[in-house]
């Protein structure tokens, strides 16, 4: 079993609300399940802040203002991980990755 934690990039724009949304594949996520991303800097050293998602049976979802994005620098790492309603619950990180700047030439 393949267990490496798939790596994707994640962007953010000036100005701009950061939106993601993850479907399952199949079936839906099960009742008490939750969803943060934890973001530290280009070192992975410093926890900057952590976006904790909206979960439903069909999706997770994330809408963060503008102002809580932009103060993300671009090159930061993050971590998308659940928290699974297992007995203990468990933690398990979906995606890891690096946040990069799309800059809007006006």
Same mark, same amino acid.
């Given at each position: 079993m393949d267990t490496r934690v798939p790596q994707r990039p994640l962007e953010l724009a000036r100005n701009r609300h950061f939106e993601h949304r993850i479907e399952p594949e199949s079936g839906?996520?099960?009742s008490g399940m939750t969803a943060e991303i934890q973001?530290?800097?280009s070192t992975d050293t410093v926890l900057l802040d952590t976006w904790v @998602?909206? /979960?439903t049976p069909t999706a997770v979802t994330w809408l /963060?203002?503008?102002e809580?994005?932009?103060a993300?620098? @671009?090159g930061s790492r993050y971590t998308l991980a659940v928290l699974m309603p297992t007995a203990p619950p468990t933690w398990?990180?979906?995606f890891v990755g690096i946040f990069y700047r799309r800059y809007r030439w006006q």
């Open positions: 839906s996520y099960p973001i530290r800097d @998602g909206t /979960v /963060v203002d503008p809580i994005a932009d993300i620098p @671009g398990r990180d979906w």
